[in-house]
């Protein structure tokens, strides 16, 4: 079994700050990528950034500048730095994983989410 989850969602008001995080655990051999995804009311989900083990990260347009996605490979973690935050970034954020367990079984497990919300 292996599990992600979310944390460091929140109320913050425009311009200001938030970092997520999301952790891989159980029968892990290998993660390929890790990402973050975001799915506002009415909308469908994006993607919003991208780190694979190997390659370029990638961000959608809409946040390149203000967020920063980083990882840690000794723990099985990846952050997202949101920066700048604007009231279009409200919308629950998904951590995605790829990654390969233990029976060499390529899967991909999705977190339950966390709220992101910019209001004054």
């Known amino acids: 079994q292996v599990q992600v989850v979310e944390s460091g969602g929140g109320l913050v008001q425009p311009g200001g700050s938030l970092r997520l995080s999301c952790v891989a655990s159980?029968?892990?051999?290998?993660?390929?990528?890790m990402g973050w995804y975001r799915q506002a009311p009415g909308k469908s989900r994006e993607l919003v950034a991208g780190i694979p083990s190997v390659g370029r990260i990638n961000y959608a347009d809409s946040v390149k500048g203000r967020f920063t996605i980083s990882r840690d490979n000794a723990n099985n973690t990846v952050y997202l730095q949101m920066n700048s935050l604007k009231p279009e970034d409200t919308a629950v954020y998904y951590c995605?994983?790829?990654?390969?367990?233990?029976?060499?079984?390529?899967?991909?497990?999705w977190g339950q989410g966390t709220l992101v919300t910019v209001s004054s």
């Open positions: 159980g029968n892990i051999l290998s993660i390929y990528a």
């Open positions: 995605n994983v790829e990654m390969y367990n233990d029976h060499g079984n390529f899967l991909d497990v």
